[in-house]
Nanobody, 126 residues
Framework: QVQLVESGGGSVQAGGSLRLSCAAS????????MGWFRQAPGKERQFVAA????????YYADFVKDRFAISRDNAKNTLYLQMNSLKPEDTAVYYC???????????????????WGQGTQVTVSS
């Protein structure tokens, strides 16, 4: 089993930055592809970014390219999402997710990630 706990959410003005963290425990973190997803009020949950097990490959949704950066520290069993130039439309609950395996395909499909955190709220005001 994998346990994921997000932190780092909060309220920020447009143009500001936040760094989300996701602490993982349980099955081998360093062997798992990890992802960040988000769900805005009244909308479906959507893919934000993914990172390979080793951290050498990343993939982003078009709407966050050049603003967000996903990274991981396998020694600390922690996943990160650095969010810069935040916009009001980035307001959402952000979730980290683990595939439990190192597969690097179909990254945007939520059903490929069997393990999820409880989410952390990010609110961006204009």
């Amino acid at each position: 089993q994998v346990q994921l706990v997000e932190s780092g959410g909060g309220s920020v003005q447009a143009g500001g930055s936040l760094r989300l963290s996701c602490a993982a425990s349980g099955r081998t973190f360093s062997g798992s592809t990890m992802g960040w997803f988000r769900q805005a009020p009244g909308k479906e949950r959507q893919f934000v970014a993914a990172i390979s097990a080793s951290g050498n490959m990343t993939y982003y949704a078009d709407f966050v390219k050049d603003r967000f950066a996903i990274s991981r520290d396998n020694a600390k069993n922690t996943l990160y999402l650095q969010m810069n130039s935040l916009k009001p439309e980035d307001t959402a609950v952000y979730y980290c997710a683990s595939r439990g395996v190192s597969f690097w395909w179909d990254l945007m499909r939520q059903s490929r990630y069997p393990y999820w955190g409880q989410g952390t709220q990010v609110t961006v005001s204009s």
